[in-house]
């Protein structure tokens, strides 16, 4: 089975390895060794004097961000052929959604609720990077995302453990391979461990502070389902966990990690991470931060050089053992040796696809065109007929912006490759629809407006509009955070001024995060998310307006009305004054003066709706799917037991298409509370129009067990709802019970 082969490649094979790993160990000395445990920087292809010398003497374990081909490629001589010992380098590279050839951002890969494509979206880009002599990926983040002011949440998988965890786990597949040593696998890297997502105001590197059992419950479940799929390494977050920084964290890395997982591969710190304990004021010096992260289990500084100065004299004073420094060096050199490095260190680029290859921008194409996830569509005027469409105007700073489309993280990616919707629609419609292109403002942030009439008037005079609007690349993404999520710039003045005209719109928008949508929903009579779409996002979207394709996608996190909702997440407690309908109040229905009371009142806001604009799992289709018919095997099981459920599903328009079918329990009453819902299992199923089928799910009494008060991982037995539809909001409900007793 390929998904244990590679879990196996680090713990099994380990024992094939661990004799050669002990003879090398016993061959290095303390230098060498630390080398082993330090990453430096690249110098874009060149290799500094300094650098070359610290090669030479074998101090170096790893490189990061160096993507030439040639120097890689003496970067590794010089280890090999001239160092004492001849270890070779892991290269690493933040290869997050693509490396030439970019698929939609992380966020938008959730989207498509697909662990086929996101696997196959991670085997292109290790492909791709292999062929440069890249071997380590600083992939997945598998951070859950509740924050969407949070600029990393385009690089995350969205707000759910469970979505999270299948899609991570197919990431890691993607990059792997079935083997590690196979030539185009790559190394992948859990990160950022752990709770960097819950940064206090979606501020980037803030504060977190997260109770265990919530920490256990929502934050670790993706990082635990990686290490058991064999993930080859971790990576510490930059964070600061409940007062301490996860860099120096011993609970997190020795107890949980190493303890109670068993998770054998390395970890490595975030850039600079260790010296930056001392900035936390966690520590008072480099030394003491080396000291912490060290003995807490970081096995490799990233950058910063604390253990490079410092380890030997805390080893001198006792303080860190030497088979404390053997026992992390021998984890970095079994990926080496999975890596098959140890027998070829060199880029073997002619055995792999080229870049950019038909292949790898099909499979880009097809990402691109299942992540984008359609929020409105009155009247169904989407999609589009060519034929029947007389002149559409193209409005938007995103509609021919090569750049833009490809989003944050694309370190690697060209804009000369993307094919924009501009483009792409020109192609689709040839000369059957006049096409009018007005920019309407330079960039998503301008505030200028004086190139508003031209859009305006060609809007006039046009049968549809489609806008592109959204938010650059570069404000989402790390240290990209916004307190305010709509539209930036005059946006929302240039749909409303477009609006005016009495033309249709419909609006694409393309961001690297949920944007607070709520006040120009009603200008838009279709509204396509598309995230950042990559490469291919072009000809992706093409194919929705005009009904190539139906869009299939359904939201990874939910869109809040208001910034101040946030957060705001499907998975929420039910709390002991649960919001209703009876019971919301807006403050405008207040009378003046009216006396103080709280009496009937619930968890709400004075000023907005409870409920999301759009909730987890939303999406529309070109069809109508129905569910029906939901059944059980049994309505009672013992603990240690299955059942399984069945729904009818159904194609009742007449386009075919794809659904996503979710499914989502309440475990009512728990030893800790449990929220309202939870995503248990969902299924991508395509369904010609007018035909039915039969879908049915596993659910085990283990997957529904939680971390209780001590901590324990349990399933308790009692009664649980069950709900099966396409949304997070589906009312098709059936009930079981989990009892004590065998049957
Ligand atoms: C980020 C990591 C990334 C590393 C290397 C850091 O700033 O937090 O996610 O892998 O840089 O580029």
């Not at 196996?8 to 303390?30: C, F, G, K, W």
């Not at 030497?322 to 070829?344: H, P, Y």
């Not at 979710?662 to 299992?681: A, F, H, I, M, W």
Request: charged residues 20%; negative net charge.
């Amino acid at each position: 089975m390929p998904s244990k082969g590679h879990l196996n490649l680090i713990t099994n094979n380990s024992s094939h390895y661990d004799p050669q790993i002990s003879e090398l160990v016993s061959r290095m000395d303390l230098n060498e060794k630390i080398g082993q445990l330090s990453q430096f920087s690249g110098h874009d292809a060149c290799i500094p004097d300094h650098l070359q010398k610290a090669l030479r003497e074998g101090c170096v374990g790893s490189i990061l961000n160096e993507v030439d081909g040639t120097t890689i490629k003496e970067m590794q001589r010089i280890v090999v052929e001239e160092s004492r010992l001849g270890i070779p380098l892991l290269i690493g590279r933040d290869v997050i959604h693509g490396f030439k050839t970019i698929f939609p951002i992380p966020l938008g890969q959730a989207a498509s609720w697909s662990p086929e494509l996101v696997e196959s979206a991670a085997r292109v880009a290790a492909l791709e990077s292999a062929s440069c002599g890249v071997n380590w990926t600083f992939a997945p983040m598998i951070d859950i995302s509740r924050d969407p002011r949070w600029g990393r949440i385009a690089e995350s998988l969205g707000e759910d453990p469970y979505l999270c965890s299948v899609l991570g786990v197919a990431m890691v597949k993607g990059f792997q391979g079935d083997n590690l040593a196979d030539v185009g696998s790559i190394a992948a890297c859990a990160k950022h461990f752990a709770g960097y997502g819950a940064a206090e105001s979606g501020r980037d590197y803030n504060t977190t502070n997260i109770p265990e059992n919530e920490l256990r419950n929502v934050y670790l479940p993706p990082f635990k389902a990686v290490a058991e799929a064999g993930v080859a390494t971790f990576m510490a977050s930059f964070s600061d966990l409940n007062g301490v920084p996860a860099s120096g964290n011993e609970w997190l890395m020795k107890q949980v990690l190493r303890e109670e997982w068993d998770y054998p591969g390395f970890v490595v710190s975030d850039w600079e991470s260790i010296k930056q304990l001392s900035v936390h004021g966690f520590t008072a010096n480099d030394k003491e931060a080396a000291f912490e992260a060290a003995n807490a289990g970081i096995d490799m500084e990233m950058v910063s050089t604390t253990y490079h100065k410092h380890l030997p004299s805390l080893i001198g004073e006792g303080k860190i053992s030497v088979s404390q420094i053997d026992s992390m060096v021998s984890k970095v050199l079994r990926l080496k040796f999975a890596l098959g490095l140890f027998e070829n260190p060199y880029i073997e680029a002619d055995r792999l696809p080229a870049l950019l290859c038909d292949e790898h921008l099909a499979v880009a194409r097809k990402a691109a065109t299942k992540s984008c996830v359609l929020l409105k569509n009155d009247f169904q005027i989407l999609p589009l007929d060519a034929n029947n469409i007389k002149s559409l105007a193209i409005i938007g700073p995103l509609a021919d912006d090569a750049y833009e489309q490809l989003g944050t993280w694309i370190f690697d990616g060209e804009a000369q490759h993307s094919v924009t919707c501009l483009q792409a629609i020109q192609d689709a419609i040839g000369d059957r629809v006049e096409l009018h292109y007005a920019k309407g403002i330079d960039s998503s942030r301008s505030e200028d407006q004086g190139d508003f009439a031209h859009a305006v008037q060609i809007a006039t005079s046009s049968s549809v509009a489609l806008m592109f609007l959204g938010e650059e690349s570069i404000l989402s993404g790390e240290a990209h955070c916004r307190s305010d999520i709509k539209l930036p710039g005059c946006q929302e003045q240039l749909i409303s001024a477009i609006a005016d005209t009495g033309t249709p719109i419909i609006l694409v928008v393309m961001a690297g995060r949920p944007l607070t949508l709520e006040k120009i929903m009603p200008q838009a009579d279709a509204v396509l998310y598309a995230w950042h779409p990559g490469t291919m996002g072009g000809p992706a979207i093409a194919d929705l307006l005009f009904g190539v394709h139906s869009p299939s996608g359904k939201l990874p996190v939910t869109f809040p009305r208001t910034v101040g909702q946030i957060p705001l997440y499907y998975g929420q407690k039910n709390t002991g004054k649960p919001a209703t309908n009876d019971s919301f109040m807006h403050m405008n229905d207040i009378p003046l003066r009216a006396a103080q009371t709280s009496l009937g009142m619930s968890a709400t806001h004075l000023d907005t709706h409870f409920t999301p604009l759009f909730s987890f799992g939303y999406g529309l289709s070109y069809t109508t799917f129905c569910y029906q018919n939901i059944s059980l095997s049994q309505h009672s099981i013992a603990l240690g037991e299955s059942l399984e459920v069945n729904v009818e599903l159904s194609n009742i328009g007449n386009i075919d298409a794809e659904e996503v079918a979710q499914l989502y329990v309440r475990d009512l009453v728990g030893n800790v509370t449990r929220p309202v819902k939870e995503l248990k299992g969902f299924q991508r199923v395509y369904l010609q129009a007018g035909r039915s089928r039969t879908l049915s799910f596993t659910l085990s009494s283990a997957d529904l067990a939680f971390y209780d008060r001590k901590m324990q991982l349990r399933t308790e037995p009692g009664q649980f709802h069950l709900w099966i539809g396409g949304n997070s909001e589906t009312e098709l409900r059936t009930e079981f019970e989990i009892h004590n007793e065998v049957n």
